[in-house]
Protein backbone atom coordinates (compact mmCIF):
# COMPACT_ATOMS: atom_id res chain seq x y z
CA UNK A 1 0.00 0.00 0.00
CA UNK A 2 1.40 3.46 -0.65
CA UNK A 3 1.93 5.70 1.87
CA UNK A 4 0.92 9.88 1.73
CA UNK A 5 4.14 11.24 2.74
CA UNK A 6 3.58 14.28 4.46
CA UNK A 7 7.71 15.62 4.45
CA UNK A 8 9.44 14.16 1.69
CA UNK A 9 13.07 15.86 2.89
CA UNK A 10 12.58 13.54 6.29
CA UNK A 11 12.27 10.17 3.99
CA UNK A 12 15.45 11.11 2.20
CA UNK A 13 17.90 12.69 4.41
CA UNK A 14 20.34 9.92 4.99
CA UNK A 15 21.42 10.45 0.98
CA UNK A 16 23.14 13.68 1.55
CA UNK A 17 24.43 12.04 4.62
CA UNK A 18 25.85 9.24 2.90
CA UNK A 19 27.37 11.55 0.51
CA UNK A 20 28.92 13.82 3.04
CA UNK A 21 30.70 10.43 4.87
CA UNK A 22 31.77 9.20 1.15
CA UNK A 23 33.00 12.80 0.90
CA UNK A 24 35.23 12.37 4.26
CA UNK A 25 36.06 9.11 3.42
CA UNK A 26 37.83 10.14 0.01
CA UNK A 27 39.49 12.93 2.05
CA UNK A 28 41.33 10.63 4.14
CA UNK A 29 42.00 8.07 1.94
CA UNK A 30 44.38 10.35 -0.38
CA UNK A 31 46.95 9.28 1.72
CA UNK A 32 46.28 5.83 2.38
CA UNK A 33 48.54 3.07 0.61
CA UNK A 34 45.16 1.40 -0.87
CA UNK A 35 43.88 4.54 -2.44
CA UNK A 36 43.23 3.01 -5.55
CA UNK A 37 41.00 -0.23 -4.54
CA UNK A 38 39.01 2.74 -1.73
CA UNK A 39 38.79 4.96 -4.44
CA UNK A 40 37.00 2.05 -6.62
CA UNK A 41 34.62 1.58 -3.54
CA UNK A 42 33.51 5.15 -2.91
CA UNK A 43 32.96 5.23 -6.85
CA UNK A 44 30.63 2.43 -6.25
CA UNK A 45 29.40 3.33 -3.24
CA UNK A 46 28.46 6.72 -5.38
CA UNK A 47 26.67 5.09 -8.76
CA UNK A 48 25.43 1.92 -7.26
CA UNK A 49 24.45 1.54 -3.41
CA UNK A 50 23.18 5.37 -2.49
CA UNK A 51 20.74 4.76 -5.19
CA UNK A 52 19.88 1.34 -4.42
CA UNK A 53 19.42 3.12 -0.68
CA UNK A 54 17.29 5.73 -1.69
CA UNK A 55 15.41 3.45 -3.60
CA UNK A 56 14.72 1.70 -0.30
CA UNK A 57 13.66 4.71 1.32
CA UNK A 58 11.08 5.69 -1.55
CA UNK A 59 9.66 2.26 -2.44
CA UNK A 60 6.57 2.49 -0.24
CA UNK A 61 6.28 6.11 -0.86
CA UNK A 62 4.33 8.32 -3.56
CA UNK A 63 7.75 9.89 -4.88
CA UNK A 64 8.20 8.12 -8.09
CA UNK A 65 10.76 5.77 -8.74
CA UNK A 66 12.53 7.68 -11.55
CA UNK A 67 13.71 10.20 -9.14
CA UNK A 68 16.59 7.91 -8.69
CA UNK A 69 18.03 9.39 -11.90
CA UNK A 70 18.68 12.68 -10.21
CA UNK A 71 20.57 10.54 -7.35
CA UNK A 72 22.77 8.35 -9.85
CA UNK A 73 23.64 11.81 -11.78
CA UNK A 74 24.21 13.52 -8.01
CA UNK A 75 26.20 10.50 -6.95
CA UNK A 76 28.87 11.05 -10.16
CA UNK A 77 28.71 14.85 -9.69
CA UNK A 78 29.94 14.00 -6.43
CA UNK A 79 32.47 11.37 -7.67
CA UNK A 80 34.10 13.93 -9.66
CA UNK A 81 34.25 16.63 -7.08
CA UNK A 82 36.06 14.27 -4.39
CA UNK A 83 37.90 11.57 -6.65
CA UNK A 84 41.19 12.43 -8.12
CA UNK A 85 41.61 12.42 -11.45
CA UNK A 86 43.71 9.64 -12.11
CA UNK A 87 41.12 7.35 -10.01
CA UNK A 88 38.17 8.22 -11.73
CA UNK A 89 37.83 5.15 -14.35
CA UNK A 90 34.91 4.07 -13.23
CA UNK A 91 32.88 7.36 -12.97
CA UNK A 92 34.32 8.22 -16.45
CA UNK A 93 33.01 5.03 -17.75
CA UNK A 94 29.69 5.40 -16.46
CA UNK A 95 29.59 9.10 -17.34
CA UNK A 96 30.51 8.27 -21.37
CA UNK A 97 28.53 5.16 -21.63
CA UNK A 98 25.91 4.41 -19.14
CA UNK A 99 24.64 7.53 -18.26
CA UNK A 100 23.58 8.16 -21.93
CA UNK A 101 21.89 4.86 -22.15
CA UNK A 102 19.93 5.53 -19.00
CA UNK A 103 18.71 8.79 -20.51
CA UNK A 104 17.84 7.43 -23.62
CA UNK A 105 15.58 4.66 -21.22
CA UNK A 106 13.83 7.68 -19.65
CA UNK A 107 12.84 9.05 -23.13
CA UNK A 108 12.03 5.94 -24.27
CA UNK A 109 9.70 5.08 -21.14
CA UNK A 110 8.43 8.83 -21.55
CA UNK A 111 7.36 8.17 -24.95
CA UNK A 112 5.50 5.03 -23.90
CA UNK A 113 3.58 6.53 -21.40
CA UNK A 114 2.96 9.48 -24.21
CA UNK A 115 1.42 7.12 -26.14
CA UNK A 116 -0.41 5.39 -23.19
CA UNK A 117 -2.33 8.33 -21.82
CA UNK A 118 -3.21 9.93 -25.33
CA UNK A 119 -4.77 6.04 -25.86
CA UNK A 120 -6.58 6.03 -22.25
CA UNK A 121 -7.99 9.25 -23.36
CA UNK A 122 -8.78 8.45 -26.47
CA UNK A 123 -10.83 4.89 -25.03
CA UNK A 124 -12.77 7.63 -23.02
CA UNK A 125 -12.86 10.03 -26.35
CA UNK A 126 -11.49 12.78 -24.13
CA UNK A 127 -9.65 15.76 -25.97
CA UNK A 128 -6.06 15.06 -25.18
CA UNK A 129 -3.14 16.97 -27.50
CA UNK A 130 0.27 15.80 -27.43
CA UNK A 131 1.73 18.58 -25.56
CA UNK A 132 -1.16 18.20 -22.40
CA UNK A 133 -0.21 14.25 -23.18
CA UNK A 134 3.58 14.80 -22.97
CA UNK A 135 3.23 16.93 -20.08
CA UNK A 136 1.16 14.24 -17.88
CA UNK A 137 3.39 11.48 -18.96
CA UNK A 138 6.33 13.49 -17.39
CA UNK A 139 4.62 14.15 -13.97
CA UNK A 140 4.43 10.20 -13.75
CA UNK A 141 8.22 9.55 -14.28
CA UNK A 142 9.61 12.43 -12.71
CA UNK A 143 8.60 15.33 -9.80
CA UNK A 144 7.61 18.98 -10.41
CA UNK A 145 10.45 20.93 -12.15
CA UNK A 146 12.00 18.13 -13.47
CA UNK A 147 9.33 17.05 -15.36
CA UNK A 148 8.23 20.38 -16.39
CA UNK A 149 11.87 20.80 -18.17
CA UNK A 150 11.73 17.24 -19.91
CA UNK A 151 8.24 18.04 -21.19
CA UNK A 152 9.01 21.08 -22.18
CA UNK A 153 12.81 20.00 -24.33
CA UNK A 154 10.44 16.96 -25.62
CA UNK A 155 8.19 19.22 -26.98
CA UNK A 156 10.85 22.00 -28.49
CA UNK A 157 12.05 18.72 -30.60
CA UNK A 158 8.75 17.96 -31.68
CA UNK A 159 7.75 20.67 -33.24
CA UNK A 160 10.26 22.18 -34.50
CA UNK A 161 11.70 18.81 -36.31
CA UNK A 162 8.88 16.37 -36.70
CA UNK A 163 5.35 18.72 -36.68
CA UNK A 164 4.80 19.18 -40.44
CA UNK A 165 1.75 19.82 -42.06
CA UNK A 166 -1.70 22.14 -41.13
CA UNK A 167 -4.72 20.85 -39.15
CA UNK A 168 -8.09 21.76 -39.51
CA UNK A 169 -10.50 23.26 -36.64
CA UNK A 170 -13.44 22.73 -35.86
CA UNK A 171 -16.46 25.12 -34.65
CA UNK A 172 -15.34 25.01 -31.08
CA UNK A 173 -11.98 25.67 -31.90
CA UNK A 174 -10.39 29.38 -31.84
CA UNK A 175 -6.77 29.78 -33.82
CA UNK A 176 -4.96 32.60 -32.28
CA UNK A 177 -2.07 33.70 -34.84
CA UNK A 178 -3.52 34.07 -38.48
CA UNK A 179 -4.09 37.66 -38.01
CA UNK A 180 -1.63 38.24 -34.89
CA UNK A 181 1.60 39.83 -35.22
CA UNK A 182 2.88 36.74 -33.48
CA UNK A 183 3.90 34.78 -36.31
CA UNK A 184 6.09 37.88 -38.20
CA UNK A 185 8.06 38.95 -34.54
CA UNK A 186 8.96 35.05 -33.99
CA UNK A 187 10.57 34.85 -37.62
CA UNK A 188 12.40 37.96 -37.24
CA UNK A 189 14.03 37.03 -33.52
CA UNK A 190 15.14 33.25 -35.79
CA UNK A 191 16.37 34.62 -38.25
CA UNK A 192 18.18 37.89 -35.90
CA UNK A 193 19.27 34.90 -34.01
CA UNK A 194 20.87 33.03 -37.05
CA UNK A 195 22.47 36.40 -38.39
CA UNK A 196 23.77 37.08 -35.14
CA UNK A 197 25.40 33.66 -34.19
CA UNK A 198 27.40 33.39 -37.83
CA UNK A 199 28.73 37.24 -37.35
CA UNK A 200 29.81 36.65 -33.44
CA UNK A 201 30.94 33.36 -34.47
CA UNK A 202 33.67 34.58 -36.80
CA UNK A 203 34.64 37.50 -34.30
CA UNK A 204 35.15 35.06 -31.31
CA UNK A 205 36.75 32.02 -33.13
CA UNK A 206 39.62 34.42 -33.42
CA UNK A 207 39.96 34.83 -29.58
CA UNK A 208 38.84 31.63 -28.81
CA UNK A 209 37.45 28.14 -30.63
CA UNK A 210 35.85 27.05 -27.75
CA UNK A 211 33.85 30.07 -26.75
CA UNK A 212 32.67 30.73 -30.38
CA UNK A 213 31.34 26.75 -30.14
CA UNK A 214 29.58 27.13 -27.25
CA UNK A 215 28.05 30.76 -28.03
CA UNK A 216 27.05 29.03 -31.65
CA UNK A 217 25.24 25.73 -29.42
CA UNK A 218 23.28 27.91 -27.43
CA UNK A 219 22.28 30.12 -30.20
CA UNK A 220 21.27 26.98 -32.43
CA UNK A 221 19.56 26.11 -29.38
CA UNK A 222 17.66 28.93 -28.48
CA UNK A 223 16.67 28.98 -32.48
CA UNK A 224 14.94 25.40 -32.20
CA UNK A 225 13.26 26.88 -29.37
CA UNK A 226 11.68 29.61 -30.76
CA UNK A 227 10.62 27.41 -34.09
CA UNK A 228 9.16 24.83 -31.74
CA UNK A 229 7.26 27.29 -30.08
CA UNK A 230 6.50 28.97 -33.27
CA UNK A 231 5.57 25.73 -34.76
CA UNK A 232 3.19 24.66 -31.76
CA UNK A 233 0.62 27.92 -31.65
CA UNK A 234 -1.42 26.82 -34.75
CA UNK A 235 -1.48 23.12 -33.39
CA UNK A 236 -2.97 23.96 -29.68
CA UNK A 237 -5.62 26.75 -30.74
CA UNK A 238 -8.28 27.91 -28.05
CA UNK A 239 -10.99 25.33 -27.15
CA UNK A 240 -14.68 26.07 -25.88
CA UNK A 241 -15.92 23.09 -24.28
CA UNK A 242 -18.95 22.59 -22.06
CA UNK A 243 -17.98 23.74 -19.42
CA UNK A 244 -14.75 25.43 -19.82
CA UNK A 245 -12.90 27.82 -22.13
CA UNK A 246 -8.91 26.49 -22.79
CA UNK A 247 -6.81 29.37 -23.48
CA UNK A 248 -4.10 27.81 -25.40
CA UNK A 249 -0.86 29.91 -26.58
CA UNK A 250 1.60 27.32 -28.26
CA UNK A 251 3.39 25.36 -25.65
CA UNK A 252 3.75 28.73 -23.84
CA UNK A 253 0.80 29.57 -21.86
CA UNK A 254 -2.82 27.54 -21.06
CA UNK A 255 -5.30 28.55 -18.79
CA UNK A 256 -8.32 26.28 -18.22
CA UNK A 257 -11.06 28.88 -17.28
CA UNK A 258 -14.24 27.62 -15.88
CA UNK A 259 -17.46 29.07 -17.87
CA UNK A 260 -19.08 29.62 -14.72
CA UNK A 261 -16.36 31.82 -13.20
CA UNK A 262 -16.46 34.61 -16.21
CA UNK A 263 -17.92 37.47 -15.00
CA UNK A 264 -17.35 39.65 -18.50
CA UNK A 265 -15.03 39.56 -21.66
CA UNK A 266 -14.68 42.57 -23.94
CA UNK A 267 -13.40 43.18 -27.35
CA UNK A 268 -10.53 45.56 -26.48
CA UNK A 269 -8.32 47.66 -28.60
CA UNK A 270 -4.94 49.21 -28.01
CA UNK A 271 -4.48 49.35 -23.73
CA UNK A 272 -7.16 48.54 -21.03
CA UNK A 273 -7.71 50.78 -18.18
CA UNK A 274 -5.49 48.85 -14.85
CA UNK A 275 -3.35 47.31 -17.67
CA UNK A 276 -0.98 46.23 -14.68
CA UNK A 277 -4.01 43.88 -12.69
CA UNK A 278 -4.34 41.77 -16.30
CA UNK A 279 -1.96 38.83 -16.70
CA UNK A 280 -1.26 37.74 -20.34
CA UNK A 281 -1.37 34.38 -22.29
CA UNK A 282 1.33 35.51 -24.46
CA UNK A 283 5.24 34.99 -24.62
CA UNK A 284 6.32 38.36 -25.71
CA UNK A 285 3.98 40.37 -23.16
CA UNK A 286 3.09 43.87 -24.40
CA UNK A 287 5.01 42.93 -27.68
CA UNK A 288 1.68 41.16 -28.99
CA UNK A 289 -1.63 42.27 -29.62
CA UNK A 290 -4.64 41.56 -27.17
CA UNK A 291 -8.09 42.07 -28.67
CA UNK A 292 -10.26 40.00 -25.79
CA UNK A 293 -10.00 40.96 -21.87
CA UNK A 294 -11.87 38.05 -19.50
CA UNK A 295 -12.36 39.27 -15.47
CA UNK A 296 -13.32 36.31 -13.62
CA UNK A 297 -14.96 35.94 -10.17
CA UNK A 298 -12.49 33.26 -8.61
CA UNK A 299 -8.90 33.09 -9.18
CA UNK A 300 -7.74 30.44 -11.89
CA UNK A 301 -4.22 28.76 -12.58
CA UNK A 302 -2.12 29.84 -15.63
CA UNK A 303 0.34 28.13 -16.13
CA UNK A 304 3.63 29.01 -18.63
CA UNK A 305 7.18 28.14 -19.87
CA UNK A 306 8.75 25.40 -17.90
CA UNK A 307 5.15 24.85 -15.93
CA UNK A 308 5.77 28.00 -13.94
CA UNK A 309 1.97 28.73 -12.25
CA UNK A 310 0.45 31.90 -11.05
CA UNK A 311 -3.01 32.44 -9.72
CA UNK A 312 -4.67 35.10 -11.97
CA UNK A 313 -8.44 36.74 -11.75
CA UNK A 314 -7.83 38.90 -15.12
CA UNK A 315 -6.59 37.90 -18.30
CA UNK A 316 -6.02 39.51 -21.94
CA UNK A 317 -5.61 37.34 -24.69
CA UNK A 318 -5.54 36.93 -28.65
CA UNK A 319 -8.26 35.36 -31.10
CA UNK A 320 -8.42 35.37 -34.50
CA UNK A 321 -12.20 35.95 -34.72
CA UNK A 322 -13.21 37.30 -31.11
CA UNK A 323 -16.90 38.10 -32.05
CA UNK A 324 -17.43 34.46 -32.63
CA UNK A 325 -16.28 33.41 -28.88
CA UNK A 326 -17.84 36.33 -27.82
CA UNK A 327 -21.43 34.82 -29.83
CA UNK A 328 -20.52 31.26 -28.90
CA UNK A 329 -20.13 32.07 -25.13
CA UNK A 330 -23.38 33.61 -25.33
CA UNK A 331 -23.17 37.06 -24.44
CA UNK A 332 -23.74 40.39 -26.88
CA UNK A 333 -20.38 41.65 -27.71
CA UNK A 334 -19.29 45.15 -26.37
Not at 8 to 27: C, E, S, T
Not at 154 to 178: D, L, M, P
Request: proline share 5%; with cysteine; aromatic share 12%.
Amino acid sequence: MVKTLSNPFIRIFPVPVLFLILYLLADIAITHPDKELIFVGISLDLLIVVPFVYFLLIRTTEIPKFTMLPVIIGGLVVGLFIIPPANQQILQFFRNYLLPLIELAVVFVVILKVRRVRGNYLHKRKELDFFSSLAKACGEVLPGVAANVLAMEIAVIYYAIFRWGSRSYNNEEFTNYKNSNIRLLLVVISFLTLAETFIFHLVLVRWSEIAAWILTGLSLYTFFQILGILKSIPDRPVILTQDFLKLRYGIVAEANIPLNSIVSIEKIQGSVPNMNEFSNCSLLGELEEYNLAVILDTETELTSLYGRKKQVRKLLFYVDEPDRLISRLGRPAE
